[in-house]
Structure formats: C-alpha cells, structure tokens
C-alpha cells in the first residue's frame, strides 16, 4: 500500500490525535522543550545588546548560527541515526543541547554565546530531524495525526519559550540558557526510560541520500518555497523584538501568545483546511495572508499596538503553513520520511539562517521598516515558486 493510500484510514479527530502511547508523549515533551530554546532568547535579544555591547545584527546571529549549523548538520543526521539507531541519535542530540545551553549560559562576550548557539544548533539537528520519524513510528493514529502531534509540541514550545524566556531573562539574561539545560535533562530521562529501543534501518542511509532526495522536483519545490517562508518567518520571529521596545517581560508575553495561536492553528484549523480545501490551495492562501502582515509590520514599524498585533495574528498563520507544509514533504516524494525531511530541513533552514543578521543589517544601514518589507518579498516569491512547481505535486490532495 502506498503512502497516499494509508492517510485514508488515519484518525485526524483530537481524541485520536493525543490518545499516544507514553513513548510518543516522552519524544513530544523533548520537543517542546527543544522548540523553547527557539523563542526562549526571543525576549533577551535587547538585554543581551544592552549589557554585552552588541548591534542587532550581531544578536541575531544567536539565531543565524544556530539555523545554519542546524541546516547543514541535517545532511548528516539519517547517515548518523541508520547506524546508532534513532533513540542514541535522539539521546545525543539532547546531551549537546544540554551542553551548549549550560556554556552558552556561562558566556561574558557575544561571540562566545554565537559559538554555543551554533553547537546547541548540533544537537537540535539529531534531535528533531530523528524525533518526527520517531513520533510517527511510534504513535498510534497514522503519520498525520503524529506530524500533528508534532506540530503541537512546536507550537507550545514556541510558546512557552519566550514566556520562560521573559521570566528568567528579567532576572538574568543567563537565566533562559540555564533553564533550557535543566529541562532537557528532564526530557533525556524521559526518552531514555520510556522510548524503548527502535531497531536501525534496515537501509543504511548514505551521505548522498538528501542530495538525491533534493533531485525530485516535487521535494525540490517544497524546500524552495520553505526556505524563502521561512526568511519571512525569522524576519519577524529575530528582529521584531528590536523594534518592540519591551521590557523581558513584556516580550515574552507577546510571543507567548503568538505561540499559543500558532498552536491551536496548527493542531486544530490546519487539518480542517487540508480536509477541506487541500494542501497546495491552503498553502497559497497562507503564504499571501503571511505577505500582507509582513507588509503591514513595515508600515506599522513605528507603531507598538500595530507590531503586537501583527505578531499575535502572524502565529496563526505560520501555524497553518507549519502544519500543510511538514504534511507535504512527507507525503510528496518516495524517499524514507527521515532523508526527506533532511533534505527539506537542510534547505528551509537556509533561509532561517539568512534573515536574522540580514534583517538587523537592513535595519542598521536603512530604517526598521526595511526587513519586514524583504521579508514580505521573500514571501511572495515562495508563492511563485510553488506555483512554478505545482505540476510537481500531483500527487498531493
């Protein structure tokens, strides 16, 4: 039976979607907490500039190493967990994590926490590229509602993240780096007593095995339009807090609730859209919603009520994207799940990597409102690209 044949019989009510075995709510608790360490520094960005005398550009190279290491670290991930087996490959992940969050805590000048960012984004690549496939071999209900589950699990990391990050980042920006390390221990455990043992691969994946899994267009398509989605994403995600002018506490409020619409979008309006109207129409429709925030946060630049809101409304958005997307790459090529989300992710983080420092640069030579209007083009033009390879993703619903 193919893969498209098997989403017929899969379960995509709430009750289905959470009704998980312990592994798989071990795997998803590791992955809330993987995803804090995302927004976690969200609401120390400014704090960090003030007492380490640094530019928003160099700040936000805390993301841009983190993004870049995890996107080319992808590439090795299926080669690495086809032969220690996926929970060691998980287990890992999560002792760097916990490693380069500590020293990343312990740093006195920017560069240092760049460094540990960029190891931390090491770890982050075992751990989340192996922990999809993970939760969608353990979990009951079907691929779809697992991706789901997953996307869950983002979601309240993302948003939880920064409202951890604003509480601890108020008292120290130390705080939010020290408070990672200790949860990920916690999610370690959980992983390492009730994940049992998932046998190997019976293939073993090669090196040139993304780069093949990039040659089909269908894949190819979906990690162009990623890439360019994701530059609008971390535009607003990295540099919106440098125009805030918030205190810890406040930004981490802001993207609390951000977080939290991403959430219950991806969890429970994505898949009614996907049932309903069909990925590639969904996709469209997100893509041009997400431009016409990005443009009114350009406008609104100077504006703080038009930033929050702008913010709050964009995590519903990337919520929905988030979902169909991750759905579409697992769905749209013949290549195991763990090499085609490699592939995708060492392309889509590409533009994660980009857009922070570039973003802080625009704002530094020209105005603030600059990245927000590059990040809506970035955008616009992942709509062209999807459209120029729609006849690549037949076999899509």
Known sequence: MSMMDTTKHEDHSLRGIFKQPKAAWAVAFACI???MGLGLVDPILPAIAKQ???????????????????????????????RIGPKWTLLIGLMLIILFAFLGGTSNTVQQII?????????NALFISTALAV??????????????????????????????????????????????AALMIIGFLAISILLRDIPKPKYRSSLSDPFKALSHPGLFTLAITALLYNYGFFTLLAFSPFVLHMSEHELGLVFFFWGI?????????????????GSI??????????????????WGSYSQNTLVAAIVIAGFILGIMNTVLTTAVMDVSPFERSIASSAYSFVRFTGGAIAPWLAGKLAEIYDPSIPFYIG????????LALRMGKKHLSNLK
């Open 135 to 180: 939760i969608v071999s353990v979990a009951s209900g079907g691929a779809a509602g697992a991706i789901i589950l997953y996307e869950a699990a983002i979601g309240l990391g993302m948003s939880v993240g920064p409202l951890l990050g604003g509480g601890l980042g108020s008292i120290s920006w130390r705080g939010p780096f020290f408070g990672v």
């Open 115 to 123: 460094g540990y960012r960029a190891g931390w984004g090491l770890g």
């Open 33 to 35: 907490v993987a995803f």
């Open 261 to 277: 619409m991403l959430a219950i979008s991806s969890v429970i309006v994505a898949p009614k859209l996907m049932d309903r109207f």
């Open 376 to 383: 809506a083009i970035a955008v616009i033009l992942s709509v």
């Open 281 to 298: 129409p969904t996709m469209y429709v997100t893509l041009v919603l997400l431009t016409l925030d990005l443009l009114v946060m350009g």
């Open 52 to 82: 380490l005398d640094a530019s928003p550009s160099q700040v936000s190279l805390l993301f841009s190493s983190y993004m870049l290491v995890t996107g080319i670290a992808m590439l090795f991930t299926g080669w690495i967990s086809s």
